[in-house]
């Protein structure tokens, strides 16, 4: 088993910054296909990939609500993924997972076997 555990959220104004951290310890993910990622779910909505990245190599994904705004990184030493998000919007307001997959990346949620127990976004306009 994979434990994830989420930190860094809060409150901030429309066009301010968030950095969010998620540890992974247990049952390391040390193939250099692994993936790890944050998607994000509001109240009513489906959860969204925000953005994952590759375990080798550092490949990442983004939804295109996101690009040019968020960062997505990691420090494998740590076993850590960190989420960098600036300019900020009122629509990224929602809970945020960490998730972690074997073998493969997508936004895909369904395809994320380990999830953390998420960390809350607001963002006020």
């Known amino acids: 088993q994979v434990q994830l555990v989420e930190s860094g959220g809060g409150s901030v104004q429309a066009g301010g910054s968030l950095r969010l951290s998620c540890a992974a310890s247990g049952r390391t993910l040390s193939n250099y296909r692994d993936c790890m990622g944050w998607f994000r779910q509001s109240p009513g909505k489906e959860r969204e990939g925000v953005a994952v990245?590759?375990?080798?190599?550092?490949?990442?994904l983004y939804a295109d609500s996101v690009k040019g705004r968020f960062t997505i990184s990691q420090d494998n030493a740590k076993n850590t993924i960190y989420l960098q998000m600036n300019s900020q919007k009122p629509e990224d307001t929602a809970m945020y997972y960490c998730a972690a997959r074997k073998y493969g990346c997508s936004l895909d949620p369904q395809s994320f076997n380990y999830w953390g127990q998420g960390t809350q976004v607001i963002v006020s306009s």
């Open positions: 990245i590759i375990n080798g190599g550092g490949s990442t």
